[in-house]
């Protein structure tokens, strides 16, 4: 099995479709630098799925697709598709089917139950077209918005990342296997440790595969454990939910009954208040019954007494007359029973003074007691008017009829009164009239009758309102009592509920106060993450320019303090800053060299680099570096723009000089590029704004990245970026502290 085709569309640096076949056996791709090398296998990598945006040096997917296509501001899609040659896959395939169907075949003639299933081999073979390829796309579709999707297709089918790789594994192709060897791999395999050599055998083995699926299932295990301590959570919430619930419902049934019972209550109330005020109108009246005959007695008495005083008035003036008539005797006698009348008339006096304060008394009584009575009448004007409903509708007609027979009566009288002075013709009209009472009183017998049974009637009608009248007092002195309880609950209820509300109104600030903690958490969290991730990936590009520069081994060897061992190159001289682009641009990476005292040390440093696996490093000892041949000075004379060589803006010691003599060689340093460009390709050359240009035609220049190793510099310092990052994330971590303090305060005010 082998690609045999990769074909491109708008993919990185392949704007439009470019197909590539790549023949059986070994296959070398070579073109310069930026040709779209590496693009090809970042291509095989994205189309299998065998490697994140990161392991194809890109940031985002997106970033995939060609710059050309994407900077036209519309929907573009990206593709790539891969094609296997599996004509020897398909020999071996088929042979594994014939003989698996050959082996059905005798297990059907030998009789057996159940034969089974045709092996996997059949099913693979389904993935192989006629003419032994089989292809696998990815299309990468990228909107003006930003929003991507990415799709695989199996022999133009398609199917998941899952299907895909169940498929590779088939052709013993597998995502973290070695069928792709990416740069720097051989150098890591061979400084690798024992251990990691057998996880490399076990993953070629197949091992490793099983492995994986173990960790798999572990971490999902995990996760339904999480899963399943959430719910007993959840659970845990939602019942001590419903037992508060519960707790409602039953104070909300009891609220409901107790209501019910006041209502019924406060009709047992009115009732009693109507029967006690009608028992009060009876007790008013007796008294006022009582009243009305005390007055007629005293008023009685009181004429009577008038009367005795005029008579004994009469007596008296009678007397005087006679004393004037008789002698001295017979008026000391009268005198005697003179003073004997005025003491019984002064007597009579002060009784009828008696009779007329005792009168006022009742009267001033009688009043009271018809005010009162008037306000309790008011409340049996009701009932006083059912009773005439009763009294007069069954009444009135017999009212009626013995009134229209008086009227007949007293019409016939008239009649006999008329006619009397004929006494022949009264005595024949009194007796007709005699005949005609004889059949009224008749006739009016049976009306007094049923007139008896109804005044026994209203009788029966009275003694059920007085009982009525007493059970409504009854009931309104219950209802008294029930209003003044309902009173004094409607009062607590109350006062609860104010509470309630209150606290309800605290715990909603709380909740309130508790959401913008939580909010507030949840953002600086995510801010947090956010922050962490760049500077984990600006210290990532940091270790890996100190990596890829050699600045993490000569760092360690620095730090070791080892005798001989001098420094950087960086380290070791100085230039002014008009000329320190240029130069550092001029040096490259030979900054970042160390410079030791003899070859010896420089071994016996290398050797601590591999023991300890820390990378690699270039030393230059002095013992041994040469410098080249640098030409005369004169020979730049006359160059238009040039500033002279660079060897010769160094300020170094004497010591170094054939170390900076090898860093910058025969360099030349200029203005300008345009004064540069007359002279290339006769000197090496760089300009002070940084601009390379090589004896070989070759030019470099463009924008500068982020700065490395600098002249008077141990090491590459922590750009700005990364010190804000440092600096927001240690704010973060003071209000993150602050907001989990006032989240708890908060939980612990609202339990």
């Not at 008077?712 to 502290?737: K, M, Y």
Request: hydrophobic share 35%; net charge negative; proline share 2%.
């Amino acid at each position: 099995m082998f690609v045999k085709r990769l074909e491109l569309t708008n993919f990185k640096s392949f704007g439009g479709t470019t197909q590539v076949p790549i023949l059986q056996g070994f296959t070398v791709i070579s073109g310069p630098n930026g040709s779209g090398k590496s693009n090809l296998l970042d291509a095989i990598l994205f189309c299998l799925g065998l490697a994140g945006s990161k392991g194809m040096r890109a940031e985002r997917l997106p970033d995939l697709v060609n710059q050309t296509q994407a900077g036209r501001g519309r929907t573009v899609e990206a593709s790539v598709t891969v094609t296997f040659d599996l004509s020897d896959e398909l020999e071996l395939l088929r042979g594994d089917v014939a003989e698996a169907a050959l082996q059905q075949v005798n297990e059907l003639e030998a009789g057996a139950d159940s034969p089974e299933a045709i092996p996997k081999s059949t099913v693979e073979s389904s993935i192989v077209t006629q003419d032994g390829e089989w292809s696998v796309t990815r299309k990468l579709r990228v909107t003006q918005q930003g929003t991507y999707t990415s799709n695989y297709y199996i022999n133009g089918e398609p199917c998941t990342l899952t299907e895909l790789h169940d498929q590779l594994n088939r052709l013993r192709v597998y995502p973290e296997g070695y069928n792709v060897v990416l740069q720097g791999d051989v150098t890591r395999i061979i400084s690798m440790n024992p251990r990691e050599r057998r996880e490399i055998i076990d993953e070629l083995a197949g091992v490793a595969s099983f492995d994986r699926k173990i960790g798999q299932a572990k971490e999902k295990l995990d996760a339904v454990k999480d899963r399943e301590d959430k719910y007993r959570i959840v659970e845990k919430e939602l019942m001590a939910q419903r037992d508060r619930l519960s707790q409602d419902r039953t104070k909300a049934e009891k609220y409901k009954k107790l209501r019910a019972e006041l209502q019924t209550k406060e009709q047992w109330e009115i009732c009693l208040r109507y029967q006690q005020t009608q028992k009060q109108v009876e007790q008013l009246q007796g008294q006022l019954t009582a009243g009305e005959a005390e007055i007629l007695r005293l008023t009685q008495q009181l004429s009577d007494t008038e009367t005795q005083i005029k008579t004994t008035g009469a007596a008296l003036d009678e007397l005087n007359q006679k004393v004037r008539a008789l002698g001295e005797a017979e008026q000391i006698a009268l005198q005697s029973q003179l003073a004997t009348r005025e003491a019984e008339l002064r007597q009579l006096q002060r009784q009828e003074t008696d009779v007329e304060t005792t009168r006022k008394e009742l009267q001033t009584a009688i009043a009271r007691t018809q005010q009162e009575m008037t306000e309790q009448t008011a409340l049996l004007t009701q009932i006083a008017e059912e009773q005439t409903k009763l009294e007069t509708q069954e009444l009135n007609t017999l009212i009626s009829a013995r009134d229209l027979a008086q009227q007949r009566l007293e019409q016939a009288r008239e009649s006999a009164s008329q006619s009397a002075a004929s006494a022949e013709a009264w005595v024949q009209e009194q007796t007709n009239l005699r005949r005609q009472i004889d059949t009224i009183l008749t006739t009016l017998e049976p009306q007094r009758r049923e007139q008896v049974q109804l005044q026994e009637r209203v009788d029966q009608l009275t003694k059920q309102i007085e009982e009525q009248t007493r059970s409504r007092t009854l009931t309104q002195q219950q209802l008294e009592t029930r209003q003044a309880e309902q009173a004094s609950k409607t009062a607590a209820l109350t006062e609860a509920t104010q509470q309630v509300q209150t606290l309800a109104q605290a715990i909603a600030a709380l909740d309130q106060e508790l959401q913008i903690q939580k909010d507030t958490q949840v953002r600086l969290q995510n801010e947090q993450r956010e922050k962490q991730r760049k500077l984990d990936k600006l210290e990532a590009q940091k270790q890996a320019i100190q990596e890829a520069q050699g600045t993490f081994a000569t760092q360690m060897i620095l730090g070791l303090n080892m005798s001989g061992v001098h420094g950087l190159v960086a380290q070791l001289g100085r230039v002014e800053p008009n000329y320190q682009t240029a130069l550092e641009v001029a040096a490259g990476a030979r900054l970042g060299h160390l410079v030791v005292d003899d070859d010896a040390i420089a071994a016996a440093a290398i050797e601590i680099l591999k023991q300890r696996k820390a990378g690699r490093a270039t030393f230059l000892p002095l013992n041994k570096i040469r410098a080249p041949q640098i030409p005369d000075a004169d020979t730049l004379r006359g160059l238009q723009g040039c500033i002279g060589y660079a060897i010769d803006l160094i300020d170094c010691e004497d010591t170094y000089w054939d170390v900076f003599a090898y860093v910058f060689g025969g360099t030349v340093v200029f203005t300008t590029m345009d004064a540069a460009r007359k002279q290339l390709g006769k000197f090496r050359m760089v300009t002070l704004d940084g601009e390379l240009l090589e004896s070989s035609g070759a030019l470099t220049g463009g924008s500068f990245g982020k700065s490395t190793l600098h002249f008077g510099t141990g090491q590459p310092g922590e750009s700005a970026e990364a010190g804000e990052l440092r600096e927001r994330l240690q704010q973060i971590d003071t209000v993150l502290f602050r907001c989990e303090d006032a989240i708890a305060q908060a939980t612990i005010a609202h339990q």
